[in-house]
């Protein structure tokens, strides 16, 4: 069942295997965005799912949400729940970021990463260059301005996503662990043509962060193989832990 740490973030905590798993959610989605993954697994392994701040039951966040709060959120909830390490990280789109930091400060904590459909950092300043058709730039725009309204994404992990960068590129060396690289090659429907090319082109670049990496496709996929392709992220999740 879902709880709540003291913190205020909340999280489940299953399984009892050797192994560590920690699922880390794309940009404000919900840890049951793993459901078809991790309750196949949960019998073989310990698996943490949590949500980050302004996301389910978890807080408000208070403070900027750069890269360097979310890690060091999620390494005290896993050192208060005793969930030692070495971790898989299975990383979903904006998560991925996270994860790529998380391996840089922590090393040793790391067994390895799945990035699921994730962005390499270099894609989101490319991306940023991109400019939008004027509909779908109104639309964005549009919704900003209300969520800062209601403030409730006032500390948004998007509004800080200049800040983590920076900390990635001022950050040791992506250690030499195993990596797997899953990508979505569906276009999502309203997501320009130049965009998409532009995140295909650096899943491949994603590779060069170890020498131990793999790219798997998810042919049934765009953005959310976890949800499209199940079956086969379980999969390459199995395959990287060996």
């Keep these: 069942m879902p709880q709540i740490n003291s913190n205020q973030l909340e999280y489940s905590l299953l399984g009892d295997g050797k192994s560590n798993i920690v699922f880390i959610n794309g940009f404000r989605m919900n840890f049951n965005s793993w459901d078809r993954i991790y309750k196949k697994i949960d019998r073989d392994f310990k698996i943490l799912l949590f949500n980050r701040r302004g996301v389910g039951k978890s807080s408000k966040a208070t403070i900027n949400q750069s890269g360097m709060v979310i890690v060091n959120e999620l ?6 729940l005793e969930v030692k390490p070495p971790y898989l990280l299975v990383a979903h789109s904006l998560g991925g970021i996270y994860a790529n930091l ?14 699921v459909d994730a962005p390499h950092p270099l894609e989101i300043v490319k991306q940023k260059e991109f400019k939008l058709p004027f509909m779908l730039h109104s639309i964005n725009e549009g919704v900003k301005s209300i969520e800062k309204l209601f403030d409730k994404f006032k500390y948004s992990e998007d509004e800080c996503i200049q800040e983590t960068l920076y900390q990635l590129d001022s950050s040791v060396s992506f250690p030499n662990i195993p990596i797997a690289v899953v990508s979505g090659t569906k276009k999502m429907p309203f997501i320009p043509k130049e965009l998409f090319d532009i995140h295909q082109s650096f899943q491949k670049k994603l590779l060069d962060l170890s020498k131990y990496s793999k790219q798997y496709f998810c042919n ?17 999740i199995l395959d990287t832990l060996k």
């Design 102 to 115: 998380f391996a840089r400060i922590y090393p040793e904590y790391v067994s390895g990463i799945v990035f």
């Design 75 to 80: 390494i005290e909830l896993l050192s208060k």
């Design 220 to 236: 049934k996929s765009g953005h959310f193989p976890q949800i499209t392709d199940p079956e086969i992220l379980i999969k390459i």
